[in-house]
T-cell receptor, first 116, second 109 residues
């Protein structure tokens, strides 16, 4: 079946540094990908919608200059957390829409970010 | 008001029990509805889509009432492996999913 991968699966970084997370659709082309964030004991919150070849659409309250999204190809979207702070520590999950499967949405395994 | 609201849980049930989860959503224009399952520290996985006519998949039955903006999930004959967090999810448009806060289920021997 369709698979979405994320890299890295976990990362620890120091406060003030930037971290890039990759989301890849492995066997289908995804014109649209989504980025979510999940804090402990909370549900997934949509951060932004990433469309190939255009600017991402951010949800209210999500800083676009802090969370940079690039969707340069039909199989890759990246999320860069710039100048990370401890409050950015969270579980970041991407998903991709598969147009060949009725736009079913497939989730990546997530990236656990810890900022010290 | 949250866009998708679920029973707060947690639900602690013995093996073999029947358990029901409820969910309400606020956007009447929502297009499609799902139940996802999420295990600890993992990504959510689609359990089943939910249709107005009701649908069943083995021990799982889902129901949608558009007039009441209400979604339910029934699990019969609970197994230990059913222990997880169950997420009610609504597609508001174009694949944009809104997740409920989740209900934790713990099935005990």
């Amino acid at each position: 079946g369709a698979v979405v991968s994320q890299h890295p699966s976990w990362v620890i970084c120091k406060s003030g540094t930037s971290v890039k997370i990759e989301c890849r659709s492995l066997d289908f082309q995804a014109t649209t990908m989504f980025w979510y964030r999940q804090f402990p004991k909370q549900s997934l919150m949509l951060m932004a919608t990433s469309n190939e070849g255009s600017k991402a659409t951010y949800e209210q309250g999500v800083e676009k200059d802090k969370f940079l999204i690039n969707h340069a190809s039909l199989t890759l979207s990246t999320l860069t957390v710039t100048s990370a702070h401890p409050e950015d520590s969270s579980f970041y999950i991407c998903s991709a829409l598969n147009p060949a499967a009725g736009y079913e949405q497939y989730f990546g395994p997530g990236t656990r970010l810890t900022v010290t | 008001r949250k866009e998708v609201e679920q029973d707060p849980g947690p639900f602690n049930v013995p093996e073999g029990a029947t358990v029901a989860f409820n969910c309400t959503y606020s956007n009447s224009a929502s297009q499609s509805f799902f139940w996802y399952r999420q295990d600890c520290r993992k990504e959510p996985k689609l359990l089943m889509s939910v249709y107005s006519s009701g649908n069943e998949d083995g021990r799982f039955t889902a129901q949608l009432n558009r007039a009441s903006q209400y979604i339910s999930l029934l699990i019969r004959d609970s197994k230990l492996s059913d222990s997880a967090t169950y997420l009610c999810v609504v597609n508001v448009s174009g694949g944009k999913l809104i997740f409920g806060q989740g209900t934790e289920l713990s099935v005990k021997p």
